[in-house]
């Protein structure tokens, strides 16, 4: 079966074509980084100019690198929310333009449900109860999965996702946009124990996750040491702020683990290409004798290949497939067993 998959939640646009689960035949995906860099942050209206002129060009490269002629695509896969709303409104429209022009099916797919497939499509069968984190720019969530496509929410974050206060303490000192990978590059040399953070303690006793403090602090501390992108200590302090971003993931999985425990745990998400984190997430899971599900760092980040991958499974398992024409995008996070309910159409 043929599958091409959409994906333009936020600033990436990304088309791939699948035959079957295992077998990407190709994941194009096109950054706005330059674009959004200026600004040191995603400019919502820029980034739907710019998928509405990049998203014919993204899919056609799909097609043509799978060597795939749109009319043998049997089923059509687009992200339907999270994101910028008008980010999604282009991918979807296009999607459905396709689908409706080559009367195929069409399945609105969850981009954070998405970033849990990237994990899994490369690797074995999971064993469960798995406990699964996604660790973006926009999120920040703790999922228990007790059997395939099914999500139990245990938290996520009240302020900013982890990848968010990166990104935010990278505009700080203006070292660049998207933050994450620029902070990892230049802590790289860095002390982590010269600039030590404490970590984000929840007063109740949820799950949830909170990085504004951390942020925060970090912002008070750049000031108070007179910080900047030239100076000397500047690599101790981002190594430090770094590890204190990966031990409040940690510390969370480990709280997550102690009450609920798994057989196997799950990283995904942008963040999740970093080295810091993957190192003590494996660690982690090592310690326990837990199977890991880390997927490859190209498909941490946003891309269509986790959401053809995500259709594929629910086609396959549970007959997912129709043309819904008034499907729409939704904005904010919805908690993605909500989705396994069939959406009404307004
Ligand atoms: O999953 P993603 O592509 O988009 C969202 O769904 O949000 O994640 C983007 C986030 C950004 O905040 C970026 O700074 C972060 O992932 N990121 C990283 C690294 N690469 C990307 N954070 C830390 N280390 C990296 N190597
Ligand atoms: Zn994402």
Redesign the pocket.
């Known amino acids: 079966m043929i599958l091409l998959a959409i994906e333009t ?2 600033d ?1 646009t990304s088309a791939a074509v699948l035959d079957g689960l295992a077998s990407i035949r190709s994941n194009v995906v096109l950054s706005q980084d330059a674009i959004h860099a200026p600004y040191g942050g995603v400019v919502p209206e820029l980034a739907s100019r710019r998928h509405v002129s990049t998203i014919g060009w993204v899919v056609r490269e799909a097609l043509d690198g799978a060597g795939v002629a749109p009319e043998d695509v049997d089923l059509f896969a687009v992200t339907q929310g999270p ?1 910028l709303v008008g980010s999604l409104l282009v991918g979807l429209s296009f999607a459905k333009a396709l689908a409706y022009f080559f009367g195929r099916p069409l399945l609105g797919i969850d ?1 954070i449900e998405a ?1 849990i497939e990237a994990a899994l499509m490369e690797g074995p069968e999971v064993s469960y109860p798995c406990l699964a984190l996604v660790v ?4 920040t969530s703790i999922f228990l999965m007790d059997r395939e496509l099914e999500y139990r929410l245990l938290g996520r974050t009240r302020d900013d ?1 982890a ?2 206060a ?2 935010k303490v990278a505009k700080f000192l203006d070292l660049g946009y ?4 620029v ?2 590059k230049l802590a790289a040399g860095g002390d982590p124990g010269a600039f030590p953070f404490g970590s984000p303690q929840m007063t109740d006793r949820s799950l949830d996750f909170s990085f504004s403090g951390l942020k925060t602090a970090a912002l008070r501390r750049i000031r108070e040491a007179g910080l900047d992108k030239t100076h000397p200590r500047l690599p101790d302090f981002l190594a430090g702020f770094e590890q204190a971003v990966v031990r409040a993931v940690l510390d969370n999985l480990e709280r997550a683990a102690g009450r609920h425990p798994p057989r196997s745990l799950l990283l995904s ?3 999740a ?3 810091r ?1 993957r190192r003590a997430f494996e660690t982690f899971a090592r310690e326990r004798s837990l199977d890991v599900f880390l997927p490859s760092p190209k498909l ?3 891309n269509a290949a986790m959401v053809g991958a995500l259709a594929w499974k629910r086609c396959a398992r549970r007959g997912d497939a129709g043309l819904d024409l008034a499907m729409n995008a939704y904005p904010r996070f919805v908690v993605p067993t909500a989705l396994l309910r069939k959406r009404k159409s307004p």
């Open positions: 939640s936020c990436e994101g981009h970033h973006s720019g926009g999120h996702a990848g968010e990166l990104d998207p933050g994450g990978p902070i990892e998400g942008g963040v290409r970093n080295a984190l941490c980040t946003d």
